[in-house]
């Protein structure tokens, strides 16, 4: 089993910045495994989108257009935390973020993560509980 856990969400006015953290903690099988973590979010009456998605072993990370040149994803191994760094936030920004995570236990890499990361159906099979993310006009 896996737990992950976000928070740094809240309320802010369009401009301004938030970062999001999320820690992902497990067994021994996970923690010594390669490891995919992600961002999602979903607003009120739309689908989830997908945001933002890292390897733990190297690769370069991904982040989707809509947010690209404002969101910036990041890692600390040490502390098995990926962040979310949130500029020039928009009130469409506006959403509950969702943080998950995948062991990547037969090492395939930062390929599986954007496999995951696609696939709605069978992708991250754990997440968070969301942290609510308000941008104001």
């Known amino acids: 089993q896996v737990q992950v856990v976000e928070s740094g969400g809240g309320s802010v006015q369009a401009g301004g910045s938030l970062r999001l953290s999320c820690v992902a903690s497990?067994?021994?099988?996970?923690?010594?495994?390669?490891?995919?973590m992600a961002w999602f979010r979903q607003a009120p009456g739309k689908e989830r989108e997908g945001i933002a998605y890292?390897?733990?072993?190297?690769?370069?990370?991904y982040v989707a257009d809509s947010v690209k040149g404002r969101f910036t994803i990041s890692r600390d191994n040490a502390k098995n935390t990926v962040y979310l760094q949130m500029n020039s936030l928009k009130p469409e920004d506006t959403a509950t973020y969702y943080c998950?995570?995948?062991?990547?236990?037969?090492?395939?890499?930062?390929?599986?993560?954007?496999?995951?990361?696609?696939?709605?159906?069978?992708?991250?099979?754990?997440w968070g509980q969301g942290t609510q993310v308000t941008v104001s006009s």
């Open positions: 998950a995570a995948e062991g990547d236990y037969y090492a395939r890499g930062s390929g599986y993560c954007y496999n995951l990361f696609v696939d709605d159906d069978a992708g991250f099979t754990y």
């Open positions: 497990g067994n021994s099988k996970y923690t010594h495994s390669g490891k995919c």
């Open positions: 890292i390897y733990s072993r190297g690769g370069w990370p």
